[in-house]
């Protein structure tokens, strides 16, 4: 048996800790941040055939980072503003970003209120 988590409200817990939609979505949003890194570099180098890889891989995953954002946006689990800058020609950065002002600004009303 693995060792016993707390709740939020600090009861034991059999089961692991769950990640939020939140989480999972920020994790994937520096994931594809990092894809697009990788295919600035490969871009730069001028290796066509990592080009290739890389940008469909790329085109892939910011459409369903889009939708991800999108279905966020509808679960209210983020604001209109964070789909604006997913599909702005920031693309996964601008998700990225706007992810972890919107995570900072949770941090800060936590301590406020706590």
Do not use: K
């Not at 995570?103 to 936590?110: C, D, I, L, N, P």
Request: proline share 4%.
């Amino acid at each position: 048996m693995g060792e016993l988590t707390r709740t939020r409200s600090g009861a034991a817990s059999d089961y692991p800790p769950c990640v939020t939609y939140f989480r999972a979505v920020r994790l994937y949003s520096v994931v594809e941040s990092l894809l697009f890194a990788c295919l600035l570099g490969f871009w730069a180098a001028g290796d066509e055939h990592m080009q290739l890889v890389f940008g469909w891989t790329h085109g892939i995953g910011w459409t369903l980072l889009c939708l991800l954002v999108a279905i966020g946006c509808r679960m209210r689990v983020f604001p209109w503003w964070l789909l604006a800058a997913t599909v702005s020609p920031l693309g996964p950065l601008g998700s990225s970003f706007g992810i972890e002002l919107l995570s900072r600004q949770r941090r800060v009303a936590e301590r406020g209120a706590g």
